[in-house]
């Protein structure tokens, strides 16, 4: 009896094992699918699409060269004031070199993005922080360089 109840209750905890795995895979999966949307609606010129990915809140955080921003509609209006047409937004690629889990709900992701256009290729890296709101991803931190 005694081993029985030593196999129920390693499988309980390989089962756990398993669904938090599957669910940081899910997320994970997620998260990607939010910033393959924003390459293709930044390289479409849709600023507007691409904002999706953020939350829409005045509580967004943006920090870059022209330092900190607060808010969802200011940084909307910094990205069409600093890329104005499709010769400023170019092509944009994501490279996604860490995901990390923070806590249930949030995540860290580092990566680097690379603008392909006609003004002039930029690239630069990132750090981008995850929270699932209302059961949907959005960024609510953003630190680019």
């Not at 924003?38 to 699409?49: D, G, R, V």
């Not at 967004?60 to 060269?65: A, N, Q």
């Not at 806590?103 to 990566?111: L, R, T």
């Amino acid at each position: 009896m005694k081993k029985l109840s030593i196999l129920f209750a390693f499988l309980l905890i390989l089962s756990s094992c398993s669904q938090n795995t599957n669910t940081e895979q899910e997320d994970r999966s997620a998260i990607t699918a939010v910033l393959k949307a924003q390459e293709k609606a930044w390289s479409s010129h849709n600023i507007e699409e691409y904002m999706q990915g953020y939350w829409k809140s005045d509580s967004l955080k943006f920090y870059g060269s022209s330092g900190l921003t607060y808010g969802w509609e200011k940084t909307l209006a910094n990205y069409k004031r600093g890329y104005p047409s499709k010769d400023h937004t170019g092509t944009l690629r994501f490279v996604i070199n860490d995901m990390t889990q923070i806590e249930k709900g949030a995540y860290y992701v580092m990566g680097e993005y690379h603008l392909t256009r006609k003004v002039g290729d930029a690239n630069g890296v990132f750090l981008i922080i995850f929270r699932k709101i209302n059961g949907e991803w959005r960024i609510v931190a953003d630190m680019s360089c």
